[in-house]
């Protein structure tokens, strides 16, 4: 349950214990003989928010899909030929690698991504970002897990380590979208969260006034490691978006510098063309 609806049910049920207990008094006054456990949950949150297509906004149609099937058609998904280190779409089949990889260092061993950074998916991430719709995970999450679920698997992570998000934004946010991102993926491909695997220790530089070269150090010098179990080897790094694989470089490298073998990326959107 995310900060927003613990938020509305502490106002709903004011003198109602903790927990459980408190979740189930509100479900019995707003469904009485309510089924139990996540259905009812879910059916609950659907109660309090409708969910909202993740393309047009609106309230996704038909009841209970996660995006209008008309929308899902908008979206330009990502199509093979792909770069094998960033995901993004290559122009030459016969290349392994985008020009951008192709032409500097990448810690990264492989990524996929969902989207094209076009008109319609940055409304969507707009929407995940900053208009308080952590839902959207749900239909990101479960277009990549169809779509490269195999794939992903078969690079065998052990956990996936969201993007960590500068501190000062997340609480402005309530949220970091890399974390529930990586949450809704997690629960898709059955495998653990590392939230607090890497953090961002402080508000970094505006990163736009920087050039390439101090961009990357003003990035490494904020990502850091922190909290992860040991002997982790091999991780999927998510993140809602990849443009210039700057931060993705910061995080696999800080990743690396602590042991790891492997680290790949899944993005919800690629920005910019091979
Ligand atoms: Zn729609
Ligand atoms: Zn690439």
Redesign the pocket.
Known sequence: MGNRERWILERLVPEGSSGQKRDSRLWERLVPGGSTGKKRDSRLLELLYPRR??????V??PKGAL??P???RKLAFIEEPTCKRCGREISAPEMEFCRDCASRKRSLDGAVALLHYDAAARRSIAGFKYGGRPEYADFYAEELARRYGRQLLRWRPQAIVPVPADRRRQRVRGYNQAQVLAERLGAALHLPVLPQALIRRRHTLAQKELGPAARQKNLEQAIEIYRYPPGLARVLLADDIYTTGSTAEACARALKKAGLRQVYGVWVCVAGAD
């Open positions: 297509c993740p393309v047009c906004g609106d996704a149609w995006a209008c008309e929308c899902r």
